[in-house]
């Protein structure tokens, strides 16, 4: 029988505010256990004058497993985990964790909605929360639901109270992105359907920590005019869930594009209702104590395809991830705290040689900052609701050999711009890709993706999912000389670029920069590795390197940079942890094959638990690197994932769940 006193009861205490995942043991294990504790005895005198201080931790670690391979293509089929999580401790002691994936449903999934009903995991409803039904195929309508589930953060909120939950009430706010096909597998709907966005309730087992869903609730997001392509997230340092909407609609091409048109028929049943400039900004999500929720977005912080946002711990400056060709680095430095609907917007511009190598032993290159502008986001909604891109902008797409125009590039094209008086706020909050080139800024990175803080040593960091186009160069696909990013060949595997934070910074006008935590300078922490070759799976990057870098998530407690791979390069893709001391790489979660490594949060401490919540795409979303697997792996992937249209929500535990980190 496990000892049961004061000590043990104070060192459990100890080891629950540690970031220790919700993670069992069995019984070869609890010998491990009793040796952390000192021996299996103790005394049940709560009187003991004294006790032996309780060890501290020390360090966290992963182990790396091995890629999955067609030995065993149901580990390729299906989210895999054979990695293991060791936490040290100050007495030399440890806890080894063999870490499993648990799911909270499959899209597509019937999910008790708190009020006697059921509600359809990722189903798409229209600006007046009605089901949008999929009538694609002749007999078999039914509700669409989402294949990409993105953005989570896992959180708690004071005073809950949800009927049903036995244990502690927590929630998770989960985004879901796109839906990648129609029912009869031919009608591409990527960005034709507002993006869904719901609440779960989960009841958290105060014993185990263990998560078990117990309600879903669908977001109403009439006020905000719906939501467009929602891609990754963050949970702000106030609790709120902050979404992202990524590839903003161009405004000068919106009315004759059968996306956006298709996206307004079925968000408001009329193709010509939505407005572009509604669509591009940041969502925030606020939960509420009984497990529903309220968003708004923030018009003030850019139009731009916003990956996610981090905000810094002063709670006013934000560093945004920007996935586009021809994208930027921006920062937000908010007026006030825990407030982001007023602010200022800039966007970095490198100064001397720059981004000329991939070398990450290479010297860090100096970022200067042009102020755009500063607004509130009533202001913004009100340019938003009125203006037209012709309002904004005179545009051509060929040279119109006219001096008073400025070649800029937008999406890997050249335009010629120039600028309609008065018309300064509204390009820089509404078409803020192409007034940020026109300024000068450096708008020339390739796909920005997730974005993340390490606090204590006051480092960022950024994916660069490719290295490409923009980026290299000489390339005809958006590259301009002289905004300091040259690199002299493409690196299609992409990296992970480190930012140094500082204060005491000044703007493009000499004004001081009111924030602490803006990037100053920046270098290359990681990089992918492209093969020459193919290699016998099918993988085109090295698959013991990090390949296509996604979403970012940084543990403070575990010093470890967690990273989710979006790869067409690897055969499956991975989440990995790097521990940012030691410089090492482990790969601890392989996702089903064609899919991708979403969803990513890293959580340390949830009432006294920690969380790495994970998700994935599109499963079996096949390409040419999978013409090996696709024949085998196929029927297992339809198999588990409702024919390919389904794909997991959930979280990294462990395979038994009794371990008690507290009493």
Same mark, same amino acid.
């Given at each position: 029988?496990?000892?049961?006193?004061?000590?043990?009861?104070?060192?459990?205490?100890?080891?629950?505010?540690?970031?220790?995942?919700?993670?069992?043991?069995?019984?070869?294990?609890?010998?491990?256990?009793?040796?952390?504790?000192?021996?299996?005895?103790?005394?049940?005198?709560?009187?003991?004058?004294?006790? =032996?201080?309780?060890?501290?931790?020390?360090?966290?670690?992963?182990?790396?497993?091995?890629?999955?391979?067609?030995?065993?293509?149901? *580990?390729?089929?299906?989210?895999?985990?054979?990695?293991?999580?060791?936490?040290?401790?100050?007495?030399?002691?440890?806890?080894?964790?063999?870490?499993?994936?648990?799911?909270?449903?499959?899209?597509?999934?019937?999910?008790?909605?708190?009020?006697?009903?059921?509600?359809?995991?990722?189903?798409?409803?229209?600006?007046?929360?009605?089901?949008?039904?999929?009538?694609? @195929?002749?007999?078999?309508?039914?509700?669409?639901?989402?294949?990409?589930?993105?953005?989570?953060?896992?959180?708690?909120? =004071?005073?809950?109270?949800? =009927?049903?939950?036995?244990?502690? =009430?927590?929630?998770?706010?989960?985004?879901?992105?796109?839906?990648?096909?129609?029912?009869?597998?031919?009608?591409?709907?990527?960005?034709?359907?507002?993006?869904?966005?719901?609440?779960?309730?989960?009841?958290?087992?105060?014993?185990?920590?263990?998560?078990?869903?117990?309600?879903?609730?669908? @977001?109403?997001?009439?006020?905000?005019?719906?939501?467009?392509?929602?891609?990754?997230?963050?949970?702000?340092?106030?609790?709120?869930?902050?979404?992202?909407?990524?590839?903003?609609?161009?405004?000068?091409?919106?009315?004759?594009?059968?996306?956006? $048109?298709?996206?307004?028929?079925?968000?408001?049943? !009329?193709?010509?209702?939505?407005?572009?400039?509604?669509?591009?900004?940041?969502?925030?999500?606020?939960?509420?104590?009984?497990?529903?929720?309220?968003?708004?977005?923030?018009?003030?912080?850019?139009?731009?395809?916003?990956?996610?946002?981090?905000?810094?711990?002063?709670?006013?400056?934000?560093?945004?991830?920007?996935?586009?060709?021809?994208?930027?680095?921006?920062?937000?430095?908010?007026? $006030?705290?825990?407030?982001?609907?007023?602010?200022?917007?800039?966007?970095?511009?490198?100064?001397?040689?720059?981004?000329?190598?991939?070398?990450?032993?290479?010297?860090?290159?100096?970022?200067?900052?042009?102020?755009?502008?500063?607004?509130?986001?009533?202001?913004? $909604?009100?340019?938003? !609701?009125?203006?037209?891109?012709?309002?904004?902008?005179?545009?051509?797409?060929?040279?119109?050999?006219?001096?008073?125009?400025?070649?800029?590039?937008?999406?890997?094209?050249?335009?010629?711009?120039?600028?309609?008086?008065?018309?300064?706020?509204?390009?820089?909050?509404?078409?803020?890709?192409?007034?940020?080139?026109?300024?000068?800024?450096?708008?020339?990175?390739?796909?920005?993706?997730?974005?993340?803080?390490?606090?204590?040593?006051?480092?960022?960091?950024?994916?660069?999912?490719?290295?490409?186009?923009?980026?290299?160069?000489?390339?005809?696909?958006?590259?301009?000389?002289?905004?300091?990013?040259?690199?002299?060949?493409?690196?299609?595997?992409?990296?992970?670029?480190?930012?140094?934070?500082?204060?005491?910074?000044?703007?493009?006008?000499?004004?001081?920069?009111?924030?602490?935590?803006?990037?100053?300078?920046? *270098?290359?922490?990681?990089?992918?590795?492209?093969?020459?070759?193919? !290699?016998?799976?099918?993988?085109?990057?090295?698959?013991?390197?990090?390949?296509?870098?996604?979403?970012?998530?940084?543990?403070?407690?575990?010093?470890?940079?967690?990273?989710?791979?979006?790869?067409?390069?690897?055969?499956?893709?991975?989440?990995?942890?790097?521990?940012?001391?030691?410089?090492?790489?482990?790969?601890?979660?392989?996702?089903?094959?064609?899919?991708?490594?979403?969803?990513?949060?890293?959580?340390?401490?949830?009432?006294?638990?920690?969380?790495?919540?994970?998700?994935?795409?599109?499963?079996?979303?096949?390409?040419?690197?999978?013409?090996?697997?696709?024949?085998?792996?196929?029927?297992?992937?339809?198999?588990?994932?409702?024919? $390919?249209?389904?794909?997991? @929500?959930?979280?990294?535990?462990?395979?038994?769940?009794?371990?008690?980190?507290?009493?």
């Amino acid at each position: 029988m496990q000892p049961s006193s004061p000590d043990r009861r104070r060192l459990l205490q100890l080891l629950a505010s540690g970031p220790l995942l919700p993670l069992s043991v069995g019984a070869g294990s609890s010998a491990l256990l009793a040796g952390c504790l000192g021996g299996g005895g103790g005394s049940s005198n709560a009187t003991q004058p004294t006790s =032996p201080a309780a060890p501290s931790l020390s360090r966290v670690s992963f182990s790396s497993m091995p890629a999955p391979t067609l030995a065993e293509p149901a *580990k390729m089929a299906s989210p895999h985990v054979a990695s293991a999580m060791t936490v040290q401790f100050s007495d030399g002691s440890q806890l080894v964790h063999q870490l499993a994936y648990q799911p909270f449903f499959v899209t597509g999934d019937q999910i008790p909605d708190g009020q006697g009903g059921q509600l359809l995991a990722g189903g798409y409803y229209d600006i007046n929360n009605q089901p949008i039904l999929d009538n694609t @195929v002749t007999g078999q309508t039914r509700q669409f639901f989402s294949d990409s589930p993105d953005g989570t953060s896992l959180l708690a909120v =004071p005073g809950a109270r949800v =009927p049903g939950v036995k244990g502690t =009430p927590v929630f998770a706010v989960v985004q879901f992105e796109y839906t990648t096909w129609a029912q009869d597998g031919k009608t591409d709907m990527y960005g034709k359907l507002p993006s869904p966005i719901a609440v779960l309730t989960l009841d958290q087992d105060p014993k185990t920590g263990k998560l078990t869903l117990m309600k879903y609730h669908n @977001v109403d997001t009439r006020a905000v005019q719906g939501l467009w392509i929602t891609c990754g997230a963050s949970l702000s340092p106030w609790g709120t869930h902050l979404s992202s909407e990524e590839y903003e609609p161009d405004a000068f091409g919106a009315a004759s594009s059968s996306q956006f $048109k298709a996206f307004s028929k079925n968000l408001y049943g !009329d193709e010509t209702r939505a407005k572009p400039y509604h669509y591009g900004h940041l969502p925030e999500v606020t939960v509420n104590p009984d497990g529903t929720g309220s968003i708004k977005k923030h018009y003030c912080m850019g139009r731009i395809s916003h990956e996610l946002v981090q905000v810094m711990p002063d709670q006013r400056t934000a560093l945004m991830g920007d996935d586009a060709t021809n994208g930027g680095l921006f920062c937000f430095v908010a007026d $006030k705290e825990k407030d982001l609907s007023a602010g200022t917007l800039y966007v970095a511009k490198i100064e001397g040689t720059g981004l000329s190598t991939l070398d990450p032993q290479a010297p860090a290159f100096k970022l200067a900052w042009i102020r755009l502008g500063r607004a509130n986001s009533a202001e913004i $909604k009100t340019l938003a !609701d009125t203006l037209q891109a012709t309002d904004i902008f005179e545009r051509a797409t060929t040279d119109p050999s006219d001096t008073t125009f400025r070649k800029v590039f937008v999406g890997g094209k050249a335009e010629w711009l120039k600028l309609k008086p008065g018309m300064e706020k509204a390009a820089a909050f509404l078409e803020t890709h192409r007034y940020a080139a026109y300024v000068c800024g450096s708008l020339g990175f390739t796909k920005m993706e997730g974005t993340t803080v390490n606090v204590r040593d006051k480092l960022a960091y950024s994916a660069l999912q490719n290295c490409q186009d923009s980026m290299v160069v000489g390339s005809s696909k958006g590259y301009q000389a002289g905004i300091g990013i040259n690199l002299p060949a493409q690196l299609k595997a992409g990296a992970i670029l480190q930012h140094q934070l500082s204060g005491n910074l000044r703007d493009s006008d000499g004004a001081s920069i009111n924030s602490e935590w803006m990037p100053s300078n920046s *270098k290359v922490l990681l990089c992918g590795e492209d093969l020459s070759a193919a !290699d016998a799976l099918g993988n085109t990057a090295n698959p013991d390197k990090v390949a296509n870098p996604d979403n970012l998530k940084f543990s403070e407690k575990m010093r470890t940079l967690f990273i989710g791979e979006d790869s067409g390069q690897h055969v499956n893709n991975f989440l990995w942890a790097y521990d940012v001391d030691n410089k090492t790489l482990a790969r601890i979660l392989s996702v089903p094959a064609g899919g991708e490594s979403t969803g990513l949060h890293a959580v340390d401490e949830l009432n006294g638990w920690t969380y790495i919540m994970s998700n994935f795409q599109h499963a079996g979303d096949w390409g040419s690197i999978h013409n090996t697997v696709k024949g085998t792996l196929d029927p297992l992937i339809n198999q588990n994932y409702k024919n $390919k249209f389904g794909a997991a @929500v959930g979280y990294l535990t462990t395979a038994d769940t009794q371990l008690r980190l507290a009493r």
